[in-house]
């Protein structure tokens, strides 16, 4: 299993701001993933955290507005740039562990842009 | 490009019945996993069962089994003896061998009535 700390749980954000989302795990994993949750719908693939080299965004979803890094196997951050009123959103921080595994999940970041 | 496709979006079972929700996926891949999630009102995904595409046999965990029909791609979650607990958002999730991502579908809200 992997327990998943995400901070922060909530806030609330100006628009033209930036926000940075942390993702710590307790333990080793190498596969990290973030979502994008509009409150009662799916979730949506942001992009694969990758330990030492560039992310791999979906379509979509850009490196200048969604910026991530992940300087090893346990920690990796988000951050929403330059934000709208249509960013607000849960995001939320996901691992694998092996192929075929379950995905573990963080609580998520609940996003409000004013 | 998978797709992940949950019919019903609210479905509702009276406590110890039993309820199916159904999920149907598009692949061209011969080798991958099925997910189904549940997510309380309190937000964090948790795993409720798995299947290996490889495996004709159904899964099952406790009250909870799966469909799984490769040749018509569906992929249905039995709840047996329903409790109060279940109560909650169920996604269908696929996941590929060779990327590692995960697709959702849009979810099923469950609603256990007393």
């Known amino acids: 299993s992997a327990v998943i700390s995400q901070k922060p749980s909530r806030d609330i954000c100006q628009r033209g701001t930036s926000l940075t989302i942390q993702c710590q795990v307790d333990s080793q994993v190498t596969m990290m993933f973030w979502y994008r949750q509009q409150p009662g719908q799916s979730l949506t693939l942001i992009a694969t955290?990758?330990?030492?080299?560039?992310?791999?965004?979906e379509s979509g979803f850009v490196i200048d507005k969604f910026p991530i890094s992940r300087p090893n196997l346990t920690f990796s951050t988000l951050t929403v740039s330059n934000m709208s009123p249509e960013d607000s959103s849960i995001y939320l921080c996901?691992?694998?562990?092996?192929?075929?595994?379950?995905?573990?999940f963080g609580e998520g970041s609940r996003l409000t842009v004013l | 490009a998978q797709t992940v496709t949950q019919s019903q979006p609210e479905m509702s079972v009276q406590e110890a019945e039993t309820v199916t929700l159904s999920c149907t996926y598009d692949?061209?891949?011969?080798?991958?996993?099925l997910f189904w999630y549940k997510q309380p009102p309190s937000r964090q995904m948790i795993l409720v069962i798995r299947q290996e595409a490889y495996k004709q046999q159904n899964a099952t965990e406790n009250r909870f089994s799966v469909n799984f029909q490769k040749a018509a791609k569906s992929f249905s979650l039995k709840i047996s003896d329903s409790q109060l607990g279940d109560a909650a958002m169920y996604f269908c999730a696929y996941r590929s061998t060779n990327a590692g991502k995960s697709t959702f579908g849009d979810g099923t809200t469950l609603t256990v009535k007393p």
């Open positions: 996901s691992v694998g562990k092996g192929i075929g595994g379950e995905l573990f």
């Open positions: 692949t061209s891949e011969s080798d991958y996993y």
């Open positions: 955290a990758n330990q030492g080299s560039e992310a791999t965004y």
